[in-house]
Each structure stands twice: as C-alpha cells, then as structure tokens.
C-alpha cells in the first residue's frame, strides 16, 4: 500500500513538472539606457520602469522565443560622453558572448546621437522612448526607431496650438543649448514664421540653468504674448516662476521636456495655467487601474508621464523578434519596419526610417496641480 501511494505522487509529481512553466533556454537582454541618477533621475527611471514591467509580463507569459527577458538598467547621466562609455559597455557585453537583443534609449536628444556612432555598428535595436532630434533618422541607420514623435512634428504642431488656438501672433522663443533644446528651437522659429507669427526675442539659455533674471527682463521688454520653452523639467519651473513674478502674464506653452511631474512640483504653484506638450497621454488616460497597480508592483512607486514609453519601446522589440522568429539584428530589424500594432505612447507603424508614420503630439494644462489634456494631434 506504501508503495503504491509514493508510486502514484511520483506519477502526480512528473505530471505537475510537465504541466507547469518550463524552464528558460537562457537569458536575452535589453538594455535601458538613460539618466539613472543626477538632474533627469526622474525621467530616466520612468523610462527603465515600463520596460520593467513589459519584462515582467513577458516573462510571465513564458517569456521570449522561450528565453527570459532580463532588463538592465544604465545610467548616462544626462552626459554625452557618459553615454558613449554606456556604448562602449554594451559593445563590450556582446563581444563577450551576452545575448543582447537591444537597447532602449537614450533618454535625451545629444546622449542618444553620441552613442548611436557605437551602436550603428552593433548587431542590435535601438528604440528610443523619447528622443527627438530630427538628425537620429538622418544618418542612414537600419537599427534605429523610435516610439515617439520627432522635433518637427512637435514644433509643427506646438507653433499652431499657440498661434491658432491661443492667438498669440508676438513670441518669446526659449531654448537649451543641447542638440535637442537647438533643433527645436530652430524648428519652432521657422514654424511660427510661417504661420505669419513674430519671433520678437529667441533665446538660448543652460541646460540646469535655474535662474532666469537677464533673460525674464529681455522677455518683458519684448512684450510678447505667449513664450514658448523647448527644455526640461529642470528649468521650467524656475523660469514660468519668475515670468509671473516680473508680471509677464503671458501663455507659456513647454515642449515634451518638461512633461514630468516635477515641472509642477517645483513651481512653487506658478505653473498653474501652463501649457506643455508631450510625446505620449497621461498615463491615467491610456491604462487601468491594473496596469498601474503592476507597475506600482514592480517599481514600488506610481508611474510617471513617459513609463508608458518605456514599456512601448519593450514592446515594439518584444514584437519584432516575435514577428522574426529570431533574435538576429538585421532581422528583427526588417520585422519591426512590418509591424503593425498599437501600444500606449503610440500606434506602431514605421517609415523606412525609423519614424513612426502617425506621431501624435498631445497639449497639456496644469489644473489644479495636474497635467490635464486640451488637445491631441492627429
């Protein structure tokens, strides 16, 4: 009797391992490249933690071609020749045998643009989450994407929400100095022109400048009426405050930069009003409550405007090598170029380029201490 009882839970036990997950063929990586700590920490690890989860429910559901999906974060702390260091790392993991399907990122403009000099020669995919910089689709790469829209889509449709929507005809045009802050700030001068607008000041300022007194006296002796800010979430605040405290009472409308929650936080209350647009919705807007309670899950905190990138990015190489049966680079690439799917930031569909065919762009006002949508274009 003994013996058949221990028989019959063996037989049992087999059958359960047989039914039960099966054990990975090894490990695939994917690296989120973006500032991890430092003055765009925030941003950064929005980014890492939607490829978390995107991870986590691959993972979940048997994993990738059989592989586990194992997310590294790296930091390029917002610095260029950081990030090409970062580069250099993962030029180095694939020498030694790692199996890299592709890095998400970089986060900005300049840090992406250094690192793609390394990457283009990589057997890998890069998706960026949310630069912009039209030069990234320019230089001929076959493994670059994106799953955001690019400077000239928003400046086009930043210039028309200030001019036909909000009227104003007289502009202060504000900017970064870094490649992302320049190209937009280049762009948006000659979209509003040809909207029949006038640039009356165009300013140039730091990235992480956070006093603002020549320039806000320059704006008010310009006497525009709307400013527009193509930087980030750093600086926005201090300068929307010392507009209103110099009394230029004027629409003031941030690009994608400073679609984060710190624009808010750190503006002392002056941000109330404020326009910003952004490369995705709210995440609020576009998941549920389980959606975020995962997320909450996996990073122990709430998401923040651009994880939803972060985890369309995982998605779009998540479903490339699906579509290509194979982790292959040059593959995987031509599968991507064929995808046809929707995601949270954006409906997946791609130029030969690596743009994404429809590049919505959504219109921000801070009410109430929140990021509420007026608009969305297309």
Request: with cysteine; charged share 20%.
């Amino acid at each position: 009797m003994v013996k058949r009882l221990c028989l019959a839970l063996l037989v049992v036990a087999l059958l359960g391992g047989a039914c039960g997950p099966r054990k990975p063929k090894g490990e695939v990586i994917v690296y989120v490249a973006a500032p991890l700590s430092g003055f765009q920490a925030n941003g950064g690890q929005t980014v890492l933690g939607g490829a978390r989860l995107k991870a986590e429910e691959i993972n979940e559901a048997g994993g990738l071609l059989g592989y586990e999906v194992v997310v590294i974060g790296l930091d390029d702390e917002s610095d260029s020749e950081v990030a090409v260091a970062v580069a250099e790392g993962v030029k180095a993991a694939i020498a030694q045998g790692k199996r890299v399907l592709g890095v998400v990122g970089h986060y900005n403009s300049g840090q992406t643009i250094a690192a793609m000099k390394i990457y283009k020669d990589l057997p890998l995919i890069v998706i960026t989450p949310t630069a912009s910089a039209m030069e990234l689709t320019q230089q001929g790469y076959t493994n670059f994407f994106r799953v955001n829209a690019n400077n000239a889509t928003q400046a086009r449709v930043d210039a028309e929400y200030l001019v036909k929507a909000l009227g104003a005809q007289r502009l202060a045009l504000v900017y970064n100095d870094d490649p992302y802050g320049i190209d937009l700030g280049r762009l948006m001068a000659q979209e509003l022109e040809a909207l029949g607008a006038r640039v009356a000041v165009n300013l140039q300022v730091a990235v992480e400048q956070s006093t603002f007194a020549q320039e806000v006296e320059q704006i008010k002796a310009a006497q525009p009426d709307g400013v527009f800010y193509g930087g980030y979430e750093v600086e926005a605040p201090y300068l929307v405050a010392e507009l209103k405290e110099a009394g230029v009472e004027v629409d003031f409308l941030a690009s994608d930069g400073a679609f984060l929650s710190a624009t808010i936080d750190e503006a002392a209350g002056a941000a109330e009003g404020i326009y910003v647009s952004g490369f995705a919705p709210s995440p609020a807007q576009v998941v549920g409550e389980e959606w975020i309670r995962a997320y909450q899950e996996v990073e122990y905190r709430n998401p923040d405007t651009y994880s939803i990138n972060g985890y369309s990015a995982l998605a779009v190489l998540v479903e490339g090598a699906k579509k290509a049966k194979s982790f292959d680079a040059r593959k995987v690439a031509q599968a991507i170029r064929q995808l046809r799917f929707d995601t949270p930031a954006a409906p997946i569909a791609y130029t030969a380029e690596g743009e994404l065919q429809t590049q919505p762009i959504y219109i921000f006002q801070v009410q109430n201490d929140t990021f509420v949508q007026v608009a969305v274009t297309p």
